[in-house]
């Protein structure tokens, strides 16, 4: 037999080329376990605790991505993540949809979540389908839904319903009954419903009048606010100026140089400012106005049924809390006089800014 040279193997009379020893050594070696072949380390953990996980996820979201990424992770994720359950834990952040992003399958989403028993879901949706596609009966039990769970926002938007008459004629208006939900939702510490009740008891709107008790609860509903500012972490340098209040009765925190930062909008109004604002800006059409507050959105059912306001005859609200909103945070600076004839609004319902009392307070009643 020749000796091996060179790399060169002779075998039958033919001389043929070695192979790589890297080659003959693995292919005695027995070859790696498959990944697959047995459990993942996800399939391991039980469901009830995959769920406990996902419903933390979902009541700590804080956009819809959030929580959609987790539904494109697995089969299984998906499966465990729309279970009624974890639905109706979701965050108000996790259902804030977008208006440019409004489609079919968002619908159907929040509709699901609704279903489950979120009540942020049912007030989102209560509130697209009144105001934005016109589905007045549907939307209101959507949002009386979510109020008999004592939800303050949806307890509060139908006292604004209520006030307004919204989805009837002017005779539908339930002055009592707007009260009623307003200090339900008071109750349960809203403060647009604890400022709006001030108004009415001080005006004597749907309630027996009671001036000091009306202030007493404006008080209350500035204090409310200041400490949801101040909880929040904002530095009182950049709102903070102390100054004498010019009015009397009872002002707003504004006008003592507390220049408190805007509330954080709920997901729902914004979307009603947003629809709006891609249909057709100020106006949703047919001569119908929206609320000049920024963060509310909500439009007019039928026309002249916001109040206007008796002083320059530009602006219109929906409540006296929003009134008050838009006055310290934008309307104090730009109000000025107009002709009298332009506060009208075809139904009695002129004047918004003035003091039951006859001070100079442009925050108070609307009759």
């Known amino acids: 037999m020749l000796p091996v040279t060179n790399r060169v193997f002779y075998s039958a009379g033919v001389f043929t080329p070695a192979r ?7 292919s005695s070696v027995s070859p790696a376990p498959e990944t697959n072949t047995g459990p993942g380390l996800l399939d391991s953990i ?6 406990s996980i996902l419903c933390k996820l979902a009541s700590t979201s804080r956009c819809p991505a959030d929580f959609i990424s987790v539904l494109m992770t697995c089969k299984r994720l998906k499966s465990l993540a729309t279970c009624p359950y974890v639905l109706s834990r979701l965050s108000r952040k996790a259902i804030a949809i977008k208006a440019l992003n409004w489609s079919e399958s968002a619908h159907r989403f929040l509709k699901r979540c609704a279903d489950a028993g979120s009540l942020d879901a049912c007030y989102t949706l209560g509130m697209i389908r009144f105001y934005c596609l016109q589905n007045r009966g549907n939307g209101a039990s959507l ?7 004592s939800h303050a926002p949806a307890l509060y938007s139908l006292a604004v319903i209520q006030f307004n008459g919204s989805g009837g004629s002017k005779n539908d208006k339930d002055l009592r009954a707007g009260v009623a939900l307003c ?17 009415c008891l001080q005006d004597g709107y ?15 509903a500035n204090a409310r606010e200041l400490a949801a500012v101040l909880s929040s972490g904002i530095e009182a340098r950049s709102w903070l100026t102390l100054s004498q209040p010019q009015t009397h009765g009872c002002p707003l925190l504004s006008d ?35 609320c ?9 059912i039928r026309k002249n049924e916001f109040r206007r306001g008796s002083v320059c005859g530009v602006v219109n609200y929906c409540s006296r809390a929003c009134q008050a909103l838009d006055w310290k945070l934008r309307h104090k600076m730009a109000c000025a006089p107009a002709d ?21 307070v442009p925050v108070v009643p609307m009759s």
């Open 46 to 51: 039980p469901d009830d605790l995959v769920v």
């Open 20 to 26: 790589k020893r890297r080659r003959c050594v693995s």
């Open 206 to 220: 749907g309630v027996p009048r009671n001036i000091s008790e009306g202030r007493r609860f404006l008080v209350q």
């Open 183 to 199: 200090a339900r939702a008071a109750f349960l510490g809203h403060v647009d419903a604890l400022r709006e009740l001030g108004h």
């Open 340 to 360: 009298q004839g332009a506060a009208g609004d075809g139904e009695g319902n002129v004047q918004i800014e003035g003091n039951v009392n006859g001070d100079n």
């Open 143 to 149: 949002m009386a839904k979510a109020a008999i769970n």
């Open 256 to 290: 003592f140089g507390c220049n408190v930062p805007a509330p954080e909008t709920h997901p729902a109004n914004r979307f009603l400012a947003d629809w709006f604002a891609l249909r057709g800006g100020d106006s949703p059409g047919d001569g119908l106005r929206l």
């Open 292 to 300: 000049s507050h920024g963060g509310c959105g909500r439009p007019e």
